[in-house]
């Protein structure tokens, strides 16, 4: 089988490009790494790619918000390109830095709150803090259809690595939408399942290392397409970079269904 | 003249508005019950009520979080606090605002920001201004007002061509000393002489860009005179005898030790901007640890975040992408109410936050992992911080370039040049007082990671398509250092006209000298220019030709038209006079010492809890330590991930089509240092090895780095402590068969006269063969033996325990004759898989070492430790002898570590499933009868005392 062309999305100041590429190839992809210079200037389309990881990082400096210029970018360069793409049901996965601008840049899906405004953004750890730790994530029943479904229920232990993780909303009924919706994609879990059951972090320090409502790690839009997500499945695609604790729970899955879905 | 709006945009739950109030109330002002904090944004430009409202929308402000006022600030009846940036200093977020507006379309924008604080409370003018100047705002670099502030606007525009001529020829010698000092310059009366004869032998004065180049050029900081002085060390024993030698450049014997050993995978030591070794068949690795003391004794977050900046371009400096980052921090104690400081001094505690700040902002923007370090609380470092910063980077074999061709392009890539940073090199080449911060302002700077992020790809990458002939970094001295370095044996003509400026009014000299952030010098083939330009345009990085290099042996400098620096290279770079300098040192004449009673079980507590060996998580959690994947061996370690690790294991991306992986630690004590600089030196490589040998690290696969910082070596006292440290570091690599690939000096790190204690920071750089069998320092499983690698000492100087309980005693623990049999010996029990977790016994000794074995763990212990020679139980718990290590094995590998060990190590009890910590002291043999009582803590408190917080958590 051909390895599906996965594009992973280069701006300045992105910097977990490699290990997303590293993710994509050990699931079955081919990765390719393009900067936006090259979409801007005509030389890359959206089109040539069979899926879109927005890997993690600062980019522009986040100098203006975390993801607030990439999201500026994408929707100047190249939304309608990537509104087709999600049409097509090819799977675009931001995480960290690319989940915040995918995010912002409303290609996650405008979830309403007030006067039609977006009602969900990712803003300041709780703590004021750039925070690095492993979490534990579930992935949670999302759209039927979304390359997600599939692993509903299954657990990944990766670390988190951000300063503006916190998933916040306008108003309470946001989080009833986005239920309603299954567009809540991963939740923080509680390390502590002692007697085997999933135990969610409780908006409890550290397992929820941000202070998110719902303890959400991450959405996606309302086709299940379009995933983000904070926490960063790309640095536990192997083994060895676990920090002890039982075996399992890495990210690999993840980048298997993305890369299956782009086939 | 355009219009200026202002924008202010608040978060409704901004978690900075809680620090502050909590901050406040550490500094001990009162009244303060709340605090807004706002992003300030001030816009000029001919922009419509759509544009601002679009660019409002679009970039500046969150809809579900913020608020926003365009125009006027609401009035309020509580003080408001605007701070901003100062004119010249980097303003990364109004410059990405004024691309945002352009990207949208809207007329061209110029854009300022500031913070602006409302202090809700009961305040007094009072109040407001130590809140504002001590918390909120740093004079050096950003300006602070009640109300608003006025913002400044940058505006572009190249450089006034003048050049000033400074009168030298027939100047006495005390005019010489006094321009040298008025100027800034730190030339002592014999360099200023040289410069002097040599003016008059060329028939003219020198002009100000020519003195100022040869100032940087031969200060402390970039020419490291005392490391290639002639020095006499007179040492009085402690028997009262003196020892008198010489010493014909400490640099040139470190080479020559290093020249000794002379290790087949050495790649370059001490030759290039960072020190190489060979990583596997097809990479190498390059590391380099560097130092922003003066800077960041200033403006911690500047200081720190350009300390780690630079040494990232160093590693760049020598075509290598970085891949990791390392930092050590010498902090005064962060004492919990406000002291007496003296004038001119910031409290430590700000000091430590700026400076975390500042490495986690720089690092984490490059997408470094930063993964080892160390932080040292004492109070000889209130007024003189120490910030050490490392840089990693992996280079494939032979990719480096070092020879520039008469002919190719000086080309200058990265950031623009500004005022900032100027005379950085000579202001570190000094010792500091409460004027310094205003003299020093320009030297101290802000960095922007993300332009600095675009030069590392484009290094990379112009490496791989060889498209130069050498590279170095802009670092101290600026374009000076970087081209009079490069161009050392060739020669070179600059155009300093076509140098992108930050903004107008810089003169020649300026340009020429300054050390603005986030440039790279390479010297390129005509043929390639092109090729580097579209490199540079794909990256967004801004790249300028400066001129060539010639082949005239000269260093040619102009302005356009206008002559600016006309010096032969060979003055440049030989013409500074060798100093000859005098160090004294005098051993402690050892006291008795009379043991305080203590419950040792309250100490144990106590030293777990102590600012040094207590965990370092609220510092090192705000630094990336997992991105690029690779982290094996991570600062925190255990089954809940907050047990001290003891050195970091990587593994680079590229390599993973093999098992071996990269090790890194570090070892300073400059407890030791006060009492005994040589054996500090011994001491320091012994804990850098022990950590890298713990984490898995073969011993015959381990290179050191040197870092000195110390006072004003023009005094007797700091040189002669030096010069021991030095002679200490020599014997060190030849027992331990180490050679030093790489080193640094900060010396006059003084404060109105007083001086740190010398401290010697040595970072080693191993390899572990395997990563699968890379072992943390946490407990595994309940059941498994406990074994003690190494003697006790009864000689309690330098340790935590004596700083602690003011014991006083003045004898150092002895040095290791022999150290390499064991460590040889355990890193083959490792590697063989016979140890399931390593901890290095350090500060607080080995009652502490156990106890985070067990914190790491979550699981009990009973072990005996043995008796140290005449002292007794507490000196057995906390002594801090060399060469000692702690593993944990299956018991069915009993009999092979004691074959292994020998006599070298010793089974001292067992890892339990209880709760609690037993620590017994016994004879020397096993086993052996218990000397009293256990001394017991329960783990839960041992995990209370560590982590500051409950054990469940």
């Known amino acids: 089988m051909t390895p599906p062309p996965i594009l992973i999305l280069h701006a300045p100041g992105t910097n977990r490009d490699a290990e997303a590429a590293v993710a994509v190839e050990l699931a079955g992809g081919d990765p390719r790494i393009v900067s936006m210079t090259d979409f801007r200037a005509g030389a890359a389309s959206i089109s040539d790619f069979a899926g879109l990881v927005l890997p993690g990082g600062f980019s522009y400096g986040d100098a203006l918000g975390a993801g607030v210029r990439l999201a500026l970018e994408l929707r100047t360069w190249l939304f309608e390109e990537l509104a087709n793409a999600v049409r097509s049901g090819r799977p675009v996965l931001g995480i960290c830095n690319g989940f915040q601008a995918l995010l912002k840049s409303g290609l996650l899906g405008e979830t309403s709150g007030p006067e039609g405004r977006r009602g969900v953004t990712l803003t300041d750890n709780a703590n004021g803090r750039f925070e690095c730790?492993?979490?534990?994530?579930?992935?949670?029943p999302v759209f039927g259809s979304g390359w997600l479904a599939s692993l509903s229920g299954m657990k990944i232990r990766c670390p988190v690595a951000h300063g503006e993780g916190r998933v916040a909303v306008s108003d309470a009924q946001v989080i009833g939408i986005l239920e309603s919706e299954r567009r809540i994609a991963f939740r923080y879990l509680s390390e502590d399942g002692r007697d085997g059951r999933d135990r969610l972090a409780g908006g409890l320090y550290p397992a929820n290392p941000n202070g998110s409502v719902g303890d959400i790690a991450g959405l996606c839009d309302a086709t299940g397409a379009v995933v983000g997500l904070m926490p960063h499945p790309e640095d536990h695609v192997v083994d060895w970079q676990r920090p002890g604790g039982p075996p399992g729970a890495r990210g690999l899955p993840l980048f298997k269904a993305f890369v299956d879905a782009a086939r | 003249?355009?219009?200026?709006?202002?924008?202010?945009v608040t978060a409704v739950d901004d978690p900075r508005a809680d620090q502050i109030v909590h901050l406040v109330r550490l500094l001990g002002v009162v009244g303060l019950v709340a605090c807004r904090v706002s992003r300030v944004y001030y816009l000029q430009g001919d922009l419509s009520t759509e544009d601002i409202d679009r660019l409002s929308r679009e970039v500046l402000v969150d809809p579900v979080v913020d608020k926003m006022i365009v125009g006027s600030p609401t009035p309020t009846s509580h003080p408001v606090v605007e701070v901003a940036p100062r004119p010249g200093v980097t303003d990364v977020e109004a410059r990405e605002l004024e691309r945002a507006a352009a990207a949208l379309g809207l007329p061209p924008v110029r854009a300022s920001t500031a913070r602006c604080y409302e202090l809700i409370g009961d305040l007094d003018d009072e109040a407001v201004s130590a809140i504002s100047r001590q918390l909120l705002a740093n004079e050096i670099v950003e300006l602070h007002s009640l109300g608003t502030v006025q913002p400044c606007f940058d505006s572009p525009a190249s450089g006034e061509a003048q050049v000033n001529t400074v009168k030298l020829a027939g100047l006495a010698d005390a005019d010489l000393v006094r321009l040298s000092r008025e100027g800034l310059l730190s030339l002592d009366l014999e360099e200023m002489r040289a410069i002097q004869d040599h003016f008059e032998r060329e028939g003219r004065d020198p002009t100000d860009a020519e003195l100022e180049t040869l100032a940087q050029t031969w200060s402390e900081h970039c020419m490291h005179k005392t490391f290639r002085a002639r020095i006499r060390l007179e040492h009085t024993k402690s028997d009262g005898s003196v020892a008198v030698s010489s010493?014909?450049?400490?640099?040139?014997?470190?080479?020559?030790?290093?020249?000794?050993?002379?290790?087949?995978?050495?790649?370059?030591?001490?030759?290039?901007?960072?020190?190489?070794?060979?990583?596997?068949?097809?990479?190498?690795?390059?590391?380099?640890?560097?130092?922003?003391?003066?800077?960041?004794?200033?403006?911690?977050?500047?200081?720190?975040?350009?300390?780690?900046?630079?040494?990232?371009?160093?590693?760049?400096?020598?075509?290598?992408?970085p891949i990791a980052c390392t930092n050590v921090l010498c902090f005064g104690p962060p004492d919990p109410a406000d002291r007496e400081l003296p004038p001119g001094v910031l409290h430590p505690r700000r000091v430590r936050d700026g400076v975390v700040a500042g490495i986690g902002d720089y690092g984490n923007k490059l997408g470094l992992p930063t993964v080892n370090g160390a932080v040292v609380y004492d109070e000889g470092y209130v007024a003189n911080p120490l910030v050490y910063c490392g840089a990693l980077g992996l280079l494939p074999s032979g990719s480096?370039?070092?020879?520039?061709?008469?002919?190719?392009?000086?080309?200058?890539i990265g950031g623009r040049t500004g005022r900032d940073g100027i005379h950085g090199a000579t202001f570190s080449s000094a010792g500091m007082d409460e004027a310094t911060a205003e003299q020093a302002g320009t030297a101290v700077q802000i960095g922007d990671p993300i332009t600095q992020k675009g030069c590392i790809e484009v290094?990379?990458?112009?490496?791989?398509?060889?498209?130069?002939?050498?590279?170095?970094?802009?670092?101290?001295?600026?374009?000076?250092?970087?081209?009079?370095?490069?161009?050392?044996?060739?020669?070179?003509?600059?155009?300093?006209a076509g140098a992108p400026l930050k903004y107008a009014g810089l003169e020649p000299w300026e340009i020429w000298l300054s050390e603005a952030q986030e440039r790279m010098v390479l010297a390129v083939p005509s043929s390639r220019v092109e090729a580097l330009r579209a490199l540079c345009e794909h990256h967004g990085v801004e790249m300028t030709d400066l001129g060539r290099f010639t082949g005239t042996g000269r260093l040619v400098v102009g302005h356009g038209d206008t002559p600016v620096v006309d010096l032969p290279m060979e003055f440049l770079h030989r013409g500074v006079p060798q100093k000859e300098m005098v160090g004294r040192w005098a051993d402690p004449v050892p006291e008795p010492v009379e043991m305080p009673e203590?419950?040792?079980?309250?100490?144990?507590?106590?030293?777990?809890?102590?600012?040094?060996?207590a965990s370092k998580e609220a510092i090192v959690r705000t630094y990336d330590h997992e991105v690029r994947g690779g982290t094996i061996g991570r600062p925190f370690v255990g089954v809940r991930g907050d047990g001290p690790g003891d050195?970091?294991?990587?593994?680079?991306?590229?390599?993973?089509?093999?098992?071996?992986?990269v090790a890194l630690s570090v070892g300073i004590n400059p407890r030791i240092g006060r009492l005994d600089p040589w054996s500090m030196a011994l001491h320091a490589i012994d804990e850098a090895v022990r950590n890298l040998v713990a984490v898995g690290a073969d011993p015959a696969r381990v290179a050191l780095l040197d870092n000195f910082c110390w006072g004003d070596p023009t005094k007797p006292d700091r040189l002669g402590s030096l010069v021991r440290a030095l002679e200490g570091c020599l014997e060190g690599a030849r027992r331990y068969r180490m050679p030093f690939i790489s080193g640094k000096d900060s010396l006059f790190n003084e404060f109105a006269g007083k001086a740190i204690p010398g401290t010697l920071l040595i970072s080693a750089l191993g390899l572990v063969p395997d990563l699968h069998r890379a072992v943390s320092s946490a407990f595994t499983r309940a059941g498994s033996d406990l074994w003690l690698v190494g003697d006790p000492s009864d000689r309690l100087g330098g340790s935590l325990v004596d700083d602690l309980l003011g014991i006083c005693d003045r004898r150092v623990p002895p040095t290791l004759g022999k150290p390499l049999e064991r460590y040889v010996a355990v890193h083959r029990l490792i590697a063989d898989g016979s140890v399931t977790a390593a901890h290095d016994v350090s500060d607080g000794g080995v009652a502490v070492a156990i106890a985070e074995m067990a914190i790491g763990g979550r699981l009990g212990v009973e072990a005996t430790v043995p008796m140290a020679g005449s002292g007794g139980v507490l000196t057995a718990l906390t002594n801090e002898a060399a060469g000692r290590l702690l593993l944990e094995s299956p018991p069915a590998r009993r009999d092979h570590l004691a074959a292994r060990l020998g006599p070298l190590g010793r089974r001292i009890g067992v890892v339990t499933g209880s709760s609690s910590i037993e620590i017994a002291v016994g004879g020397r043999a096993e086993p052996q009868p218990v000397n009293g009582e256990p001394v017991s803590i329960d783990l839960d408190a041992a995990v209370r005392a560590f982590t500051g917080r409950g054990a469940g958590s």
């Open chain 2, 647 to 661: 050195g970091a294991v990587l593994k680079p991306l590229g390599t993973w089509r093999h098992d071996a992986a």
């Open chain 2, 1 to 8: 003249m355009c219009v200026t709006t202002r924008i202010e």
């Open chain 1, 133 to 140: 730790r492993w979490v534990t994530l579930r992935v949670e």
């Open chain 2, 247 to 321: 010493h014909e450049g400490l640099l040139a014997a470190l080479r020559r030790v290093t020249e000794e050993i002379a290790p087949p995978w050495l790649r370059s030591a001490f030759d290039d901007n960072a020190g190489i070794v060979a990583f596997d068949s097809e990479f190498d690795l390059a590391f380099k640890v560097e130092t922003h003391n003066h800077p960041s004794a200033l403006e911690p977050f500047g200081g720190a975040n350009t300390g780690i900046g630079g040494v990232v371009r160093d590693v760049m400096g020598v075509s290598a992408r």
């Open chain 2, 598 to 613: 203590v419950d040792p079980a309250r100490v144990l507590l106590d030293l777990l809890s102590h600012p040094t060996v």
């Open chain 2, 459 to 496: 290094v990379e990458q112009a490496r791989d398509l060889r498209l130069y002939h050498a590279i170095t970094d802009c670092g101290a001295g600026g374009f000076s250092s970087a081209v009079g370095e490069m161009g050392e044996h060739l020669g070179a003509e600059v155009d300093l």
């Open chain 2, 400 to 412: 480096h370039p070092t020879e520039p061709r008469a002919g190719d392009r000086i080309i200058a």
